[in-house]
């Protein structure tokens, strides 16, 4: 289930089911958005990008979907395994002439074996 | 292809020194750097941006003058922590993007810093 922690919302999931972590993006302009997994103490691991001209991208395991109208970003992770726990979080490249990236709050996947 | 090293690690100071992290593009060129702080369980504060030979614009709410950063080379981006206290206690993480490529940002492993 999903629960909200002190600060980052936990989701806790048997190993070998499907994941969906959720991420509202917020700003309408933003074309360029980005998964990234974090382990404790280590920098973001890329897992996957989405353009804004598209609404779903698939990688090994891993789907994005995105949903513009509604400005929503979600991972599916399929298959879930213990080497998955950990902190997820989404970007949004602002399209600004800086080209910066704005964090999501963050979801931490724990999966229970 | 695509590393960025970040050094030191990890680093524990006293209170009222200043601290230097410095983040390395290792077989790219970056012509953008940004330097992040993460707090515990929580996500990660853009606090500069940081152009090769230029000055770094800094967020709102982020001091200059407390941190000090310094983008000399393509390669290289400092981040000086001056007069450390312990509430700058965090994890920083800098991240860089490759010429040409200006929407990919590729980030290091990050520096811990404690301020006894």
């Known amino acids: 289930g999903e629960s909200v922690g002190l600060h980052l919302p936990t989701l806790s999931v048997q190993e070998g089911d499907n994941s969906i972590i959720n991420c509202a993006y917020s700003?309408?302009?933003?074309?360029?958005f980005i998964w990234y997994k974090q382990e404790s103490g280590k920098g973001p691991q890329f897992i996957i990008d989405?353009?804004?001209?598209?609404d779903k991208r698939q990688g090994q395991r891993v789907t994005v979907l995105l949903n513009k109208t509604v400005k929503h970003l979600s991972l599916q992770i399929a298959a879930t395994q213990p080497g998955d726990s950990a902190v997820y979080f989404c970007?949004?490249?602002?399209?600004?002439?800086?080209?910066?990236?704005?964090f999501g709050t963050g979801t931490r996947l724990k999966v229970l074996a | 292809g695509a590393v960025v090293s970040q050094h030191p690690s990890w680093v524990i100071c006293k209170s009222g020194t200043s601290v230097k992290i410095e983040c390395r593009s290792l077989?790219?060129?970056?012509?953008?750097m940004f330097w992040y702080r993460q707090f515990p369980k929580q996500s990660l504060m853009l606090m500069a941006t940081?152009?090769?030979?230029?000055?770094?614009?800094?967020e709102q709410g982020v001091e200059k003058d407390k941190f000090l950063i310094n983008h000399a080379s393509l390669t290289l981006s400092t981040l000086t922590v001056t007069s450390a206290h312990p509430e700058d206690s965090s994890f920083y993480i800098c991240?860089?993007?490759?010429?040409?490529?200006?929407?990919?940002?590729?980030f290091g492993p990050g520096t811990r810093l404690t301020v006894l």
């Open positions: 077989d790219f060129q970056a012509t953008t």
């Open positions: 991240s860089a993007q490759r010429q040409g490529k200006r929407d990919t940002q590729y």
């Open positions: 970007a949004e490249n602002m399209a600004s002439g800086t080209y910066k990236y704005i």
């Open positions: 940081s152009n090769e030979g230029s000055k770094a614009t800094y």
């Open positions: 700003n309408s302009a933003s074309d360029y």
């Open positions: 989405i353009r804004s001209n598209m």
